[in-house]
Protein backbone atom coordinates (compact mmCIF):
# COMPACT_ATOMS: atom_id res chain seq x y z
CA UNK A 1 0.00 0.00 0.00
CA UNK A 2 1.17 3.64 -0.84
CA UNK A 3 1.29 5.98 1.90
CA UNK A 4 2.83 9.35 1.25
CA UNK A 5 3.38 11.87 3.78
CA UNK A 6 4.21 15.97 3.02
CA UNK A 7 5.62 18.09 5.16
CA UNK A 8 7.38 21.46 4.56
CA UNK A 9 4.11 24.22 4.62
CA UNK A 10 3.54 26.92 6.35
CA UNK A 11 3.31 30.64 6.47
CA UNK A 12 5.77 33.09 4.71
CA UNK A 13 5.71 36.46 3.83
CA UNK A 14 5.44 37.59 0.12
CA UNK A 15 8.60 36.91 -2.16
CA UNK A 16 9.39 34.01 0.00
CA UNK A 17 10.40 30.69 -0.25
CA UNK A 18 9.08 27.16 0.83
CA UNK A 19 10.87 23.82 0.25
CA UNK A 20 7.57 20.74 0.41
CA UNK A 21 8.67 17.12 1.12
CA UNK A 22 6.52 14.11 0.35
CA UNK A 23 7.55 10.71 1.58
CA UNK A 24 6.68 7.80 0.16
CA UNK A 25 6.80 4.06 1.24
CA UNK A 26 7.35 2.46 -2.00
CA UNK A 27 10.34 3.13 -4.77
CA UNK A 28 9.32 6.45 -7.07
CA UNK A 29 11.86 6.27 -9.63
CA UNK A 30 11.38 5.32 -13.13
CA UNK A 31 7.80 3.92 -13.46
CA UNK A 32 5.88 6.33 -11.35
CA UNK A 33 5.25 9.62 -12.08
CA UNK A 34 5.08 11.96 -8.75
CA UNK A 35 3.49 15.48 -8.57
CA UNK A 36 2.23 18.05 -6.70
CA UNK A 37 -1.45 19.54 -6.77
CA UNK A 38 -2.90 22.46 -4.68
CA UNK A 39 -6.60 22.83 -3.85
CA UNK A 40 -8.10 25.86 -2.40
CA UNK A 41 -11.39 26.08 -0.57
CA UNK A 42 -14.34 25.40 -3.13
CA UNK A 43 -12.09 24.92 -5.84
CA UNK A 44 -10.72 21.57 -7.60
CA UNK A 45 -7.34 20.21 -6.91
CA UNK A 46 -5.05 21.44 -9.61
CA UNK A 47 -1.55 20.22 -10.73
CA UNK A 48 1.39 22.32 -9.72
CA UNK A 49 4.13 20.07 -11.04
CA UNK A 50 5.03 16.62 -12.02
CA UNK A 51 8.07 14.72 -12.56
CA UNK A 52 8.44 10.61 -14.13
CA UNK A 53 10.78 8.48 -15.88
CA UNK A 54 14.37 9.73 -16.03
CA UNK A 55 13.21 13.05 -14.53
CA UNK A 56 11.10 14.79 -17.07
CA UNK A 57 9.35 18.24 -15.39
CA UNK A 58 6.17 19.36 -16.11
CA UNK A 59 4.91 22.84 -14.45
CA UNK A 60 1.36 24.57 -14.55
CA UNK A 61 1.50 28.29 -16.55
CA UNK A 62 1.30 30.18 -13.21
CA UNK A 63 4.59 28.51 -11.49
CA UNK A 64 6.95 28.55 -14.25
CA UNK A 65 10.30 29.60 -13.10
CA UNK A 66 9.63 29.60 -9.53
CA UNK A 67 8.90 26.18 -8.53
CA UNK A 68 11.31 23.34 -8.95
CA UNK A 69 10.33 19.61 -8.98
CA UNK A 70 13.14 17.38 -7.56
CA UNK A 71 13.08 13.54 -6.31
CA UNK A 72 15.88 11.45 -4.10
CA UNK A 73 15.00 8.16 -5.50
CA UNK A 74 17.06 6.14 -2.95
CA UNK A 75 15.38 8.23 0.04
CA UNK A 76 12.23 8.30 -2.25
CA UNK A 77 11.22 11.40 -1.70
CA UNK A 78 10.01 13.90 -3.72
CA UNK A 79 10.57 17.96 -3.16
CA UNK A 80 8.96 21.20 -4.54
CA UNK A 81 11.34 24.17 -3.99
CA UNK A 82 8.68 27.38 -4.40
CA UNK A 83 10.35 30.91 -4.94
CA UNK A 84 8.96 34.23 -5.32
CA UNK A 85 5.86 32.74 -3.36
CA UNK A 86 2.74 34.64 -4.23
CA UNK A 87 -0.88 35.34 -1.77
CA UNK A 88 -2.39 33.25 -4.39
CA UNK A 89 -0.41 30.74 -4.19
CA UNK A 90 -2.20 29.88 -0.60
CA UNK A 91 -3.46 26.45 -0.70
CA UNK A 92 -3.19 22.76 0.83
CA UNK A 93 -0.77 21.26 -1.27
CA UNK A 94 -1.15 17.57 -1.83
CA UNK A 95 1.62 15.34 -3.15
CA UNK A 96 0.20 11.96 -5.59
CA UNK A 97 1.88 9.16 -6.94
CA UNK A 98 0.87 6.85 -9.47
CA UNK A 99 2.55 3.86 -10.71
CA UNK A 100 2.73 0.40 -10.43
CA UNK A 101 1.85 0.22 -6.77
CA UNK A 102 -1.66 2.12 -7.58
CA UNK A 103 -2.38 5.60 -7.12
CA UNK A 104 -2.22 7.83 -3.71
CA UNK A 105 -2.55 11.19 -2.05
CA UNK A 106 -0.94 12.63 1.19
CA UNK A 107 -2.74 14.02 3.27
CA UNK A 108 -1.70 17.55 2.50
CA UNK A 109 0.54 20.79 3.41
CA UNK A 110 -0.82 23.98 3.92
CA UNK A 111 0.71 26.95 2.72
CA UNK A 112 -0.23 30.67 3.74
CA UNK A 113 1.60 33.34 1.57
CA UNK A 114 0.72 36.84 4.13
CA UNK A 115 0.55 39.94 2.22
Do not use: F
Not at 90 to 113: H, I
Request: glycine share 12%.
Amino acid sequence: QVQLVESGGGLVPTGGSLRLSCNATVPIASLATMAWYRQTPGNERELVASIIGVGTTHYADYVKGRANISRDDARRIVYLQMDNLKPDDTAVYYCNYRGVYGSAWGQGTQVTVSL
